[in-house]
């Protein structure tokens, strides 16, 4: 697995520590303008309610360290915004030297064919937001949903320090992302719909804060955590590829984490702590022989179902704890020491479960258990098939 880009993300986000320091003469646009040549701008600019300000073709507009604030209309077709500021500090790639293009509750901006780069963040959306064919690089954050309507089609963003799409607040919906080297590819606070994504060179794929985040047609790329959720989020993704994951899920006091159809390979499935709802269905993952931790490793307080899922490789595959219900039914495991350990005060149901293991087939240790049909192949002649540690039923 290659290296995954390390990011260091400070938690103190303040737009003042993201802004850099501007002093000139700033300026309104007041009437329909086009700029159809080059601009530099010496001062802030604000496009002022019922105003549109038109970017034409080509047009490369040098922002400096200042702001284009947007009060009424922004458009630009085939444009670029940049600063050619220089970075202050060693290892800059160019982020943060001008807040970028923020549009208020009152505005709304349609960018196609465009680039932003060198921002705070590139677009900061209170109001409309249009983005087709949009390119975001070297920014602190991509697009920042801070409330109002963002529709993207096709965007991608690159070299991104903390999220490429974060969403604190408003309706998003994106079709077409590709998101390389940045922290996290899409972190969302409210409800969110994203499919066709690309996630490459990340630490965070996709991250549920609140609300719901509803994903289809996604693919990682060594990527360190591929998804995770929280006590507050409904998570749910279809139609998922990923290579080079460090962890592929990440179910910690999940509410509701869902994952159907998936083919994976990295170091772990899935790790977490209190999960309340967890429902794998339809998911194939291989892992390296050599990896010695549990590929899964799941404390579950309420239900956690896994639905035609197999996993293949590590020492030791499957461990089910906690005081919920784990529900397995057409399980396929593979791996050179433990199948399957399940453990705690829950209940477990097996049904169609296939295991081949080197030492241990199937371990329970549980008040209660329902098993099914069961098929358990092992390298070892001496090996436990079947271990029941407490009585169960």
């Known amino acids: 697995m290659r290296t995954t880009r390390t990011f260091v993300c400070v938690l103190l986000f303040l737009t003042a520590s993201l802004s850099p320091l501007a002093m000139g003469s700033d300026s309104t646009v007041g009437v329909n303008t086009l700029w159809d040549s080059d601009r530099t701008l010496t001062g802030n600019i604000t496009v002022a309610s019922g105003v549109t300000l038109t970017i034409g073709p080509d047009v490369e507009v040098d922002a400096r360290s200042f702001s284009i604030t947007v009060e009424g209309t922004l458009i630009a077709d085939g444009g670029t915004f940049f600063s050619s500021v220089q970075p202050l500090t060693q290892g800059?790639?160019?982020?943060?030297?001008?807040?970028?293009?923020?549009v208020t509750s009152t505005g709304q901006a349609t960018l196609g064919n465009t680039t932003v780069a060198n921002a705070s963040a590139g677009v900061t959306v209170y109001g409309q937001f249009n983005g087709n064919n949009l390119t975001i690089n070297d920014a602190y954050r991509g697009v920042s949903s801070m409330g109002g309507i963002t529709r993207l089609n096709d965007i991608t963003l690159q070299r991104i320090d903390y999220e490429a799409l974060y969403v604190q607040s408003g309706d998003l919906v994106a079709t077409g992302l590709h998101a390389r080297e940045v922290a996290v590819g899409v972190e969302s606070w409210t409800h969110t719909s994203a499919s066709n994504l690309t996630i490459e060179e990340a630490g965070v794929g996709l991250r549920a804060q609140q609300g719901r985040l509803l994903v289809d047609d996604v693919a990682f790329e060594n990527v360190s955590v591929g998804a995770a959720s929280s006590s507050q989020s409904n998570l749910s993704i279809t139609n998922l590829t990923g290579n080079g994951l460090?962890?592929?899920f990440d179910a910690s006091n999940a509410v509701n984490f869902e994952v159907n159809h998936a083919q994976l390979n990295g170091q772990r499935l899935m790790v977490g702590q209190g999960a309340q709802l967890v429902n794998l269905q339809n998911l194939t993952f291989t892992a390296p022989g050599d990896e010695e931790r549990y590929l899964v490793d799941l404390a579950c307080v309420g239900v956690c179902s896994y639905d035609n899922v197999t996993v293949l490789g590590g020492t030791s595959a499957w461990a089910m704890s906690g005081t919920g219900?784990?529900?397995?039914?057409?399980?396929?495991?593979?791996?050179?020491?433990i199948g399957v350990d399940i453990t705690g005060l829950g209940h477990a149901y097996l049904d169609n479960l296939t295991v081949h293991a080197g030492e241990t087939g199937l371990s329970i240790s549980t008040p209660s258990s329902d098993i099914g049909s069961l098929h358990i192949h092992l390298k070892n002649a001496h090996s436990a098939v079947l271990e029941a540690h407490v009585p169960s039923n």
């Open 325 to 337: 219900t784990h529900r397995s039914t057409s399980m396929v495991v593979q791996t050179s020491n």
């Open 92 to 102: 800059s790639h160019g982020q943060g030297l001008w807040p970028g293009i923020v």
């Open 246 to 248: 460090g962890l592929a």
